[in-house]
């Protein structure tokens, strides 16, 4: 099973909601230092924003991600967690399941609790 995410198709949304999150949501805020599958699960949640994803994808499933659905994912990251994240070409091509979309992210966390709030990858 595989899922293309693309980007949300209403301009000045603001980031969507995903209940039972105790992480700040005010950036410039510590980042969480571990982000779980369930975490980038639940960002991936709003079919307003993500309508590709389905409720049943596997952890290792082919999750495809277009640059706008990237952007706004990263958006709602930094607004949530206070973490900003500028990944490279790699990271990107990189970033083809859930479970590698997790780990690249809660990477990111780690490193940003230890230097900072932006992470450049």
């Known amino acids: 099973m595989s899922a293309e995410v693309s980007a949300p198709s209403v301009p000045g949304t603001s980031a969507p909601s995903v209940p039972g999150t105790s ?15 369930g975490t980038v699960r639940e960002l991936l949640s709003d079919r307003k924003i993500f309508p590709g994803v389905p409720d049943d994808l596997g952890d290792d499933s082919e999750l ?6 990237l952007v706004w994912l990263l958006h709602v990251v930094e607004e949530r967690y206070g973490l900003v994240v ?13 479970r590698r979309l997790t780990e690249f992210l809660s990477a990111s966390a780690a490193d940003a609790a230890q230097g900072g709030d932006r992470v450049d990858r």
């Not at 495809?64 to 659905?69: A, E, K, Q, T």
């Open 86 to 98: 500028e990944p490279g070409d790699e990271d990107i091509a990189n970033l083809t399941s859930l």
């Open 23 to 37: 992480a700040p949501s005010v950036p410039g805020t510590s980042a969480p230092s571990v982000i779980t599958l």
């Open 64 to 69: 495809v991600l277009d640059s706008l659905g």
